[in-house]
């Protein structure tokens, strides 16, 4: 009985995309599922009682700078031209990070910032950007001294609370996404497309999935459908669960958001505000500043990390390292062997994707899948709002 159809796991944009793309340029029937009772995955926002859209899973600030991505997504919603900025309280001060030359006359004395610029500008490209563990190995003594200044007070912590680990002990790859900026670039991302759908994340995701071709099942889980026969399978699920843990549970790690609402306009200055080296909360959501909302109140989220536990919290970031990609790469090895079955996403590639990244990684998927076999002659446009 769905032999003709298509199987996707996970509603969120990975499976959005692939679907999608099936449904609206192959005519195929798909059945989408996801054991959330919503679409949307971890970028699921919804409007509260105050007219105020919350990322229920933490702040998503779409970025871009691939063409094909950006064009495939603006299909199926508008977006505003927000660009993210983030402030950092450093030793008191609210100040911009990455850190940059801005960032380096809010913290130090004048003369110290400008001589430490000159050092900067000395020894780095203007308008380069460097991760702070290859700025740590600066032989000169004043950056020696800024770069240790820059760990302590910015990474350091912030990562301990955030991975359970130092920044040597995690893929550097990852304190890379923030680096030291050799500008004044307040800008979190430099990419050239930056927003936020104004209809909202889960409504763009509910564009992509309409169409008669498209079945969404939400609250269901892969296991009841498991033994049934379909065309194809794309799973964008953890890839161990998959294979019911058979070699071991992979590693993620999980975060929890304390929602707080105020009665006032707003609660801080800036839609995102870290903290490096203070509480035990990394960061600070407040939610209006992406939309421009009007409120009298705000709500605000407090986000703290965990280590993922099976059953008991969500997935959040794979943390990649030589031990966790050797279990992923025999899950890998096992998937090898199956007819029909792709695995992408986050979770199903086991990869720290941005959401454009989660996009681009579907739509050449469906490009090797499919697109040798068939030619592709209509794009369906739906209604973005
Ligand atoms: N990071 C940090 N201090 C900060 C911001 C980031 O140490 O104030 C490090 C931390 O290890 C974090 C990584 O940089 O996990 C990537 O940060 P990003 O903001 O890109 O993480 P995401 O928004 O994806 O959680």
Redesign the pocket.
């Known amino acids: 009985m769905f032999e003709n159809v298509n199987l996707v796991v996970g509603a969120g944009i990975s499976g959005a995309v692939i679907a999608a793309n099936i449904a609206h340029k192959l005519d195929e029937k798909v059945l989408i599922i996801d054991k959330k009772n919503h679409c949307a995955g971890n970028c699921y926002d919804f409007k509260d009682k105050n007219g105020i859209t919350i990322h229920k899973f933490?702040?998503h600030i779409f970025h871009t700078s691939d063409e094909r991505v950006w064009q495939f997504l603006s299909r199926y919603a508008h977006f505003n031209t927000y660009m993210h900025r983030?402030f950092?309280l450093i030793d008191g001060v609210e100040t911009t990070?990455?850190f940059n030359f801005n960032t380096l006359y809010d913290v130090f004395p004048k003369t110290l910032a400008k001589k430490l610029e000159k050092k900067l500008l000395d020894n780095f490209a203007y308008n380069t950007k460097v991760p702070?563990l290859d700025f740590q190995k600066s032989k000169d003594k004043d950056l020696n001294f800024l770069a240790d200044y820059i760990y302590k007070k910015?990474?350091?912590?912030?990562?301990i609370k955030?991975?359970g680990l130092r920044?040597a002990e995690?893929d550097k790859n990852?304190?890379?996404?923030?680096p030291v900026m050799i500008s004044c670039d307040n800008r979190?991302f430099q990419d050239k497309y930056q927003g936020i759908p104004v209809c909202g994340y889960t409504k763009m995701i509910e564009n992509m999935l309409e169409s008669p071709n498209i079945e969404v099942k939400t609250g269901a889980n892969f296991n009841d459908f498991k033994n049934l026969k379909f065309k194809r399978i794309f799973y964008t699920a953890s890839i161990d669960e998959f294979f019911d843990y058979q070699l071991g549970v992979l590693p993620y790690r999980s975060?929890s958001f304390k929602f707080e609402e105020y009665e006032r306009p707003y609660y801080q200055k800036n839609s995102v505000v870290?903290y490096?080296d203070n509480y035990d909360f990394?960061?600070i959501h407040e939610y209006k500043y992406y939309l421009n909302e009007n409120s009298a109140k705000t709500v605000i989220a407090k986000e703290y990390s965990s280590e993922f536990q099976l059953g008991q919290n969500e997935r959040?970031?794979p943390i990649v390292n030589e031990k966790n990609t050797t279990l992923y790469n025999q899950y890998k090895y096992l998937a090898a062997d199956l007819d029909n079955v792709w695995f992408l996403g986050r979770l199903g590639d086991y990869k720290?994707y941005?959401m454009d990244k989660a996009a681009a990684r579907a739509l050449e998927c469906f490009d090797e899948v499919f697109n040798k076999k068939i030619n592709i002659t209509s794009e369906r446009y739906v209604n973005k709002d």
């Open positions: 933490g702040s983030v950092a990070i990455p702070i910015v990474f350091l912590n912030y990562t955030q991975w920044p995690i990852v304190t890379s996404r923030v979190y975060v870290n490096p990394t960061r959040y970031y720290y941005d």
